[in-house]
């Protein structure tokens, strides 16, 4: 072609029997406006001096605008890094009853806020409540969208243009933008601090609680670890002290577990009976961090309390949805049945020996025919257990550009998310579902013909 006006309208291209495809699959008007896109395009590059191209590569530009402008960004992938809790992959996978759960409840309609036997309106904040009551003793619970958000709740809910007591040491960033001293300030509560930035003790508290604040807010160091010179009063204390000055304790608990890590050979993290059983008069966490269910933020206590948080405007406003309470729900009721570790997908990974492992990562090496088995580290993530692994077996791979195959893995279908140590390229099977093994093995290979 030479000059413009022997560019194809849109009118023309429309004619192509690919183009006629890509209607059906791509709907007209978005097929009209990738062919407009790429006709600019063309004339803009052709102005600066590139010749015209001929209407075969007009037609697969179209193509491949489509493909881009409607692939996923939100994608499975596979996670072979051995971060259980990967945040950015993430974090808890659903087991297969809260996803049968969420699937249900996602394709029709639900008694979300209906009361079957009444035959009229109800309460949403029902469906996971009961269970989080058995589960843990509470009073009362209220689930909404995420704990930073739970968080918010109890501070502007309980304590706005009041006093909030929190030690020093426990002034945490979790990380996406939640700082306890932000949060406190967006709440309209005020930081009221104690103690230092290594220590805090029971007479620092004693002294706050004089200025009649609204509460005490206790806060897990979730992500990282002070040593040395430290202490800190244990929780039954604060909640005495608490309690004869009438102010409520509250813990931000972030991972909360309902199992005891301990029995995995990790550090024992605070479980939220213990929270609770020390006198906490609420306690929050997350949906998808130990407990191995989805994004939700749970609060769990005190009747009175809970029920005046339900009636704030930011309850509604944070407020989960039924996907979530299904998922939840479901999460919760392996708990109740004493089979969260052979059921949730985190403790089937937490609990997995490095036997088991070790067999899988040599059954990959085997199928590929190349590499080593060799012992590593798994850690928990996602703000859980700072610091503390789990011996693993790793499949190690040692490939000429190892930053370049790892591009390859993440380029697969789906992509293959592994890492790299030592200047090899290692995968983790503990993060590997079981039932990925296979598309793990064909990506390997495809990767490696290709490098
Ligand atoms: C993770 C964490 C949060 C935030 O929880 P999300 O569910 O991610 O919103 C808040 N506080 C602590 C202590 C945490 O560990």
Same mark, same amino acid.
């Given at each position: ?5 022997? /560019? ?11 183009? $006629?495809? !890509?209607?059906?699959?791509? &709907? ?17 590059? @052709? ?42 992959? &993430? ?25 079957? $036997? ?33 968080? =918010? ?31 406190? %300030? ?9 103690? #230092? ?7 620092? @508290? ?10 005490? /807010? ?36 972030? +991972?909360?577990?309902? =199992?005891?890590?301990?029995? @995995? ?9 213990? +929270? ?20 939700? &933020? ?11 948080? %339900? ?10 949805? $039924? ?13 109740? %049945?004493?089979?969260?570790?052979? $059921?949730?997908?985190? !403790?089937?990974?937490?609990?997995? +020996? ?9 059954? !990959? ?18 703000? +859980? ?6 011996? #693993? @077996? ?56 290709? &490098?």
């Amino acid at each position: 072609m030479t000059d413009l006006r022997s /560019l194809p309208s849109v009118e023309h291209l429309l004619q192509a029997p690919e183009i $006629k495809g !890509w209607t059906g699959a791509f &709907g007209r008007p978005l097929t009209v406006d990738a062919i407009r896109s790429v006709l600019d395009e063309v004339r803009a590059q @052709y102005q600066a001096g590139s010749p015209l191209p001929d209407q075969a590569s007009l037609i697969r530009r179209v193509g491949a605008c489509l493909e881009d402008w409607t692939a996923p960004t939100l994608r499975p992938v596979i996670n072979a890094t051995g971060v259980v809790l990967h945040t950015n992959l &993430g974090r808890s996978p659903l087991s297969r009853d809260a996803a049968r759960a969420v699937v249900e409840t996602a394709l029709g309609y639900s008694t979300l806020e209906y009361d079957l $036997k009444k035959g009229k309106r109800g309460s949403r904040l029902v469906h996971a409540e009961a269970l989080l009551c058995r589960l843990t003793g509470a009073e009362g619970a209220l689930v909404v969208n995420n704990n930073a958000g739970a968080v =918010l709740l109890v501070l502007a809910g309980l304590a706005r243009r009041r006093a909030v007591v929190v030690a020093r040491s426990q002034l945490v960033e979790i990380g996406g933008g939640f700082r306890v001293p932000d949060v406190m %300030k967006q709440s309209g509560a005020r930081l009221l601090e104690v103690g #230092t930035t290594n220590r805090v003790h029971l007479d620092d @508290y004693e002294q706050a609680l004089e200025e009649a604040p609204a509460l005490i /807010l206790h806060a897990h160091r979730s992500n990282f670890r002070i040593v040395g010179f430290t202490s800190e009063p244990p929780l039954a204390d604060i909640a005495r002290v608490a309690h004869q000055a009438n102010v409520p304790l509250v813990d931000d608990l972030g +991972s909360g577990s309902l =199992l005891d890590t301990a029995r @995995y050979g990790l550090e024992h993290e605070p479980l939220v009976t213990e +929270s609770l059983a020390a006198g906490c008069d609420l306690v929050c966490f997350s949906g998808d961090k130990l407990l191995g269910g989805p994004q939700a &933020g749970i609060i769990v206590g005190r009747a009175d309390l809970i029920s005046r948080l %339900k009636k704030h405007p930011l309850a509604r406003a944070l407020r989960a949805d $039924k996907l979530c309470l299904a998922a939840l729900s479901a999460t919760l009721l392996h708990y109740l %049945k004493d089979e969260a570790e052979a $059921k949730i997908p985190i !403790w089937q990974m937490l609990s997995a +020996s490095p036997e088991q492992i070790r067999r899988r990562a040599e059954a !990959w090496c085997r199928g590929i025919d190349q590499g080593e088995v060799i012992p590593g580290e798994s850690t928990v993530g996602g703000g +859980s257990l700072p610091g503390e692994t789990l011996p #693993t @077996y790793l499949l190690a791979l040692s490939v000429p550009h190892s930053n370049r195959f790892l591009d390859r893995l993440r380029q697969a279908n789906p992509p293959l998310i592994a890492r790299l140590q030592n200047d090899r390229v290692v995968l983790d099977p503990r993060t590997v579902l079981e039932d990925q093994d296979d598309q793990v093995l064909q990506i390997l290979q495809t990767a490696l013909r290709s &490098g």
